[in-house]
């Protein structure tokens, strides 16, 4: 059980109902993570923030959905999973198959997003600390000096959003469900 409040517009701290409206405007709801975050009307405009500076970066926009995809998957938020999913079917209008076989964690059909995608959950996984090959590999897939550091900025906005939705319990949106996420069961040295 959460000790988060999800408001609505009205009933959100002041600072945040036009953020929330903002929100209203774009996604034709206001989702569930945006509510929650509202109890900081600062950390709400800080993630509004992150996203539209996303949206500014060399990054086409489905190449920024597979970042917040990847790193979504690597930090096991099934809230995130599930809203990148849909934004990336639906809005982006990425390749079905591309998202799914990204969030059954299999190789993609694309091998430049495929290295986008190995490299993120890399840049999650190792905290920041990619070097070598894992680097190497990234920019020999076509990639810029300047994109690793916009995969940094992705996944500092999926951090921020990821651990709130981990910490504050965030309820799928009824938007969000015909794309619920569950973490596929990772298998011991048993299972092989």
Request: aromatic letters at 6%; a neutral charge.
């Amino acid at each position: 059980m959460s000790q988060f409040n999800i408001y609505s517009i009205p009933k959100a701290p002041l600072a945040a109902q036009s953020l929330l409206e903002g929100a209203q405007q774009n996604y034709g709801f206001v989702p569930n993570l945006l509510g929650g975050l509202a109890e900081s009307p600062t950390v709400l405009q800080a993630y509004l923030n992150l996203g539209a500076i996303l949206d500014k970066t060399s990054l086409t926009p489905v190449e920024r959905q597979v970042v917040l995809l990847s790193a979504s998957i690597e930090n096991h938020c099934a809230y995130c999973v599930a809203a990148h999913s849909i934004i990336a079917k639906h809005m982006v209008k990425a390749d079905a198959a591309m998202v799914n076989a990204l969030r059954e964690q299999q190789p993609l059909p694309d091998k430049k997003l495929d290295a986008l995608a190995t490299f993120t959950r890399a840049v999650v996984k190792q905290r920041g600390m990619v070097v070598g090959k894992a680097l190497d590999s990234f920019i020999a897939a076509g990639y810029s000096r300047a994109q690793v550091l916009e995969v940094v900025l992705g996944v500092t906005m999926k951090t921020l959003s990821n651990y709130a939705n981990h910490i504050m319990h965030t309820p799928l949106d009824a938007q969000f469900q015909a794309e619920a996420w569950e973490e596929p069961a990772q298998c011991d040295k048993q299972c092989a």
